[in-house]
């Protein structure tokens, strides 16, 4: 299952559909609080694809330490309209953090999605 989380809901309905078309299952949240409630109640959950920049008290980065504290293993691909170097603190992403760049095509997630998904 790919979880995405989005404070835009038509952008999460867009990925959503995205992800559904590519054939993954998907689950998805608008903020990062919701997606640990939800994601506490899942019993596998193979990538989370989360907005770096959230509403209210945790960012994405925040969201993907949790998450993977419910599930280990879980991969993590973040997505921004901003570059990479636009984020600071303890927002910022490692060079070696998968992040896509909105607005993307559905070939390009599909890539990404599959590059990550079959990693080790």
Do not use: C, W
Request: cysteine-free; hydrophobic content about 45%; aromatic content about 6%.
């Amino acid at each position: 299952m790919i979880f995405v989380v989005d404070d835009e809901q038509n952008v999460r309905t867009l990925v959503e559909r995205m992800v559904q078309y590519l054939g993954y299952p998907v689950a998805s949240a608008g903020t990062a609080e919701e997606a640990l409630d939800k994601l506490r109640g899942l019993p596998s959950v193979s990538l989370l694809l989360t907005d770096v920049l959230l509403p209210g008290g945790l960012h994405g980065v925040a969201l993907a330490e949790r998450a993977r504290a419910l599930h280990p293993g879980l991969k993590v691909l973040f997505m921004s309209g901003y570059p990479r170097n636009h984020f600071s603190g303890d927002q910022t992403l490692d060079a070696d953090t998968h992040l896509i760049s909105k607005p993307f095509r559905r070939e390009e997630l599909a890539q990404r999605l599959r590059a990550l998904l079959s990693a080790s």
